[in-house]
């Protein structure tokens, strides 16, 4: 269950940080176009955006890489990236996947009571 959630926390944190890349750059096309409500409406929480754009995928891949050594802190840091990436960008197309992967991810590290068997 920890390479499944090691594997699950990366991949996860990957797509999260292509989500955040994008939710990232329309902050600042939004800010550099000006408002114009019609074409690219005006986002209403720019820095939490900013901010769970970083951090959401950091943790994502920071608890993936601590599953198989420290499985309960590594499952809460992907439970907190999808929750971050939740709260941030709503649950969409775009951000299904990387939501389900780092919550499935952290849950699966939290239920691993042993270390994998090779």
Known sequence: MRNAALTLGVIGGIIGMIVGFFG???T???AWLGETPEFAP?????????WISLLSPLLAIAGGAMARSQAPIGGALMIA????M???FGFG???MF????????GVLALAATKPDTA
Request: proline share 3%.
């Open 24 to 26: 990232y750059g329309y």
């Open 28 to 30: 600042e096309f939004v």
């Open 42 to 50: 005006v986002v209403e929480n720019v820095d939490r955006i900013r």
């Open 81 to 84: 990236s999808a929750a971050g």
């Open 86 to 88: 939740w709260w941030a």
């Open 93 to 95: 197309v775009f951000t």
């Open 98 to 105: 990387p939501i389900a992967f780092c919550g499935l991810g």
